[in-house]
């Protein structure tokens, strides 16, 4: 049975001059239908210059991303009535929230201009095979459980949800960001590849790659398809430093090592040797000796000096930090997984069990 609902969008025309604003609008539908129905039927009854961009209405194009009450998702994959809910939850006058994406520049309404900031990182990880060698005579033959490994990666549909709810984004524009990030694991992971280092390389050294997300999951919660673009953004750093160890001007591979030398060393993370240890490629010794680890260390000072004062590095932390008491268990796990052949990767996407 059909019921009200309100739904507020925010409007702007960046050609009329005027700022943006706020208006709400009242539908009538089942709360099976979806926002996007709700946006419609807006435009369709009440004002047909709303702008919003859809195409399938199945979650399959990609096309009608935006914020639904401050969350980045499908306007066709959200349920009305849900988000009726999730709006009373949140906000006191209970109308729907829908917003444009964030992120990337409004070109109207709820239409973001994809082209000038997704599209662009998706063109910068240089988005098909470069295949090495003479093409074979007939098609390339991959065996299918290589390709499972890159199967998440290639559910993307480009929507741009991720991007938009990108943390690190905010604040670094030219972060390469999540959704180009896991179309570059889709190549790396791609046996029939043959620049799996170059491009490895590649996005280690640069300051705006793979080394700048921060992993603060948001875009793992807003994925409509799962590709989780966080794991393949640390897909493509355990590539990078474990099976190329790759030593990247950004500090990547140090800090890496850094974080697995303190917990194997004391079960818990000691801040104060993570900035030496990270310049040091994971030794506090080499920190001490490398020239160029002691410049770092030098520029860094001002970090120190700031975290002394708000207290997060204290000169007793910093000698002093306790072991776990059942330390000799984190270090047989680090022995169990040495010892092993090869790296067990976890693609959580796959779903089943072993025998099946
Ligand atoms: S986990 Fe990384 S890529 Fe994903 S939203 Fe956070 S900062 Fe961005
Ligand atoms: S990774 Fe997920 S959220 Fe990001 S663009 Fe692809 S489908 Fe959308
Ligand atoms: S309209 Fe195609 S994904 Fe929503």
């Known amino acids: 049975m059909a019921e009200d609902y309100t739904l507020k969008i925010r409007r702007f025309d960046p050609e009329s001059g005027e700022p943006a604003y706020w208006q709400e609008f009242k539908v009538g539908l089942e709360p099976e239908r979806s926002v996007l129905d709700g946006i ?143 179309k570059a694991y889709r190549f790396v992971g791609d046996p029939r590849d043959g620049q799996t280092e170059e491009r490895l390389k590649d996005l280690a050294e640069d300051p705006h790659g793979i080394y700048d997300c921060t992993h603060c999951f948001s875009c793992v919660e807003v994925c409509p398809k799962d590709v989780a673009p966080m794991d393949q953004i640390m897909r493509l750093r355990r590539r990078a430093t474990g099976d190329y160890e790759i030593k990247d001007s950004n500090n990547g591979y140090g800090h890496e090592k850094a974080f697995v030398n303190i ?45 002394l004062k708000s207290g997060k590095v204290s000169p007793v932390k910093a000698i002093w930090h306790h072991k776990l008491p059942d330390q000799k268990n984190v270090r047989r796990i680090f022995k169990q997984i040495e010892s092993k052949d090869e790296r067990l990767e976890l693609n959580l996407y796959i779903v089943g069990e072993d025998n099946e």
């Not at 194009?61 to 809910?85: F, Q």
Request: charged fraction near 20%.
């Open 40 to 182: 419609l039927q807006a435009r369709g009854d009440q004002d047909g210059s709303i702008g919003i961009r859809c195409s399938c209405q199945a979650a399959i194009c990609g096309s009608c991303g935006v914020k639904i009450n401050g969350r980045s998702r499908l306007a066709c994959n959200t349920l009305i009535g849900e988000a009726a809910e999730d709006a009373e939850r949140k906000f006191d006058g209970g109308a729907i929230v829908v917003e444009p994406m964030g992120n990337m520049p409004v070109l109207k309404d709820l239409i973001v201009d994809m082209d000038a900031v997704h599209w662009k990182k998706v063109q910068r990880v240089v988005p098909w095979l470069i295949p090495e060698g003479d093409p074979p005579a007939r098609e390339y033959i991959v065996p299918a459980e290589s390709m499972i490994d890159i199967t998440q990666a290639m559910a993307c549909i480009h929507c741009g949800a991720c991007v938009s709810a990108c943390l690190s984004l905010e604040v670094d524009q030219d972060f390469i960001g999540p959704a180009a990030l896991a």
């Open 263 to 307: 917990i194997e060393k004391y079960g818990t993370l000691h801040e104060a040797q993570l900035l030496p240890r990270s310049f040091g490629q994971g030794s506090m010794v080499r920190s001490q000796l490398d020239p160029n680890s002691l410049k770092q260390l030098t520029e860094s000072l001002p970090t120190v000096v700031n975290g």
